[in-house]
């Protein structure tokens, strides 16, 4: 059964814009802690941003006022709006979720380690 569905990556030049969707199970979505994370080619998993239950974010500082994370609770779905690209955000985005809520404390949110469902990822490649 499938749990998170992400869309809306793409390729675009630096300084353009993208908005990812992940589309969520109800179940998933209604009690989660949610966010993204973004793994590029011979690098580790990174967090980029997280909302918990109550609206709260955190974000990465290498995307701080340029991406922004939100919900839309009447669609199940989470999305990431990401300005001014660059070469360097060029990844494969994952939606992520954890249905006990986000952990303890909230430096630990973007460790990805905390998330139990993962999407199947979208790529994001920026050019120069």
């Known amino acids: 059964q499938v749990q998170l569905v992400e869309s809306g990556g793409g390729s675009v030049q630096a300084g353009g814009s993208l908005r990812l969707s992940c589309a969520a199970s109800?179940?998933?979505?209604?009690?989660?802690?949610m966010g993204w994370f973004r793994q590029a080619p011979g690098k580790e998993r990174e967090g980029v941003a997280v909302?918990?239950?109550?609206?709260?974010?955190v974000y990465a500082d290498s995307v701080k006022g340029r991406f922004t994370i939100s919900k839309d609770n009447a669609k199940n779905t989470l999305y990431l709006q990401m300005n001014s690209l660059k070469p360097e955000d060029t990844a494969m985005y994952y939606c992520?979720?954890?249905?006990?809520?986000?952990?303890?404390?909230?430096?630990?949110?973007?460790?990805?380690?905390?998330?139990?469902?993962w999407g199947q990822g979208t790529q994001v490649t920026v050019s120069s």
């Open positions: 909302i918990d239950n109550d609206g709260s974010t």
């Open positions: 109800r179940y998933i979505y209604s009690s989660s802690c």
């Open positions: 992520a979720a954890d249905v006990w809520g986000c952990p303890v404390p909230v430096t630990r949110w973007l460790l990805d380690r905390h998330y139990s469902y």
